[in-house]
């Protein structure tokens, strides 16, 4: 059975930065893609990062340049580092695993506030 664990959401000043991590338990997922997605009440949830089991990753155009993606494929676990947080950047962040299924964390909430 899939778990994601997502650990470090919280709350932060704009501009300041934050790091989640996302650790998928059960086997070895080294082909599957993961990544981060992110949720706003009474919105579509929408793609953060992700990386495939070939190395190629993808941003949201809103994230470009200040979040980074990095993956320890021995351990399944995805780190998303956010530099230059603003309040836009405020919804609950969700780990994803993405195979012959798709899996999703709990959801951890970012929020970003002076």
């Known amino acids: 059975q899939v778990h994601l664990v997502e650990s470090g959401g919280g709350l932060v000043q704009p501009g300041g930065s934050l790091t989640l991590s996302c650790e998928a338990s059960?086997?070895?997922?080294?082909?599957?893609?993961m990544g981060w997605y992110r949720q706003v009440s009474g919105k579509e949830r929408e793609l953060v990062a992700r990386?495939?089991?070939?190395?190629?990753?993808n941003y949201g155009d809103s994230v470009k340049g200040r979040f980074t993606l990095s993956i320890n494929r021995s351990k399944n676990i995805i780190t998303l580092q956010m530099n230059n947080l603003s309040s836009e950047d405020t919804a609950v962040y969700y780990c994803?695993?993405?195979?012959?299924?798709?899996?999703w964390g709990q959801g951890t909430q970012v929020t970003v506030s002076s």
């Open positions: 994803n695993l993405d195979g012959p299924h798709a899996y």
């Open positions: 059960g086997q070895s997922y080294s082909w599957y893609t």
């Open positions: 990386i495939s089991g070939t190395g190629l990753q």
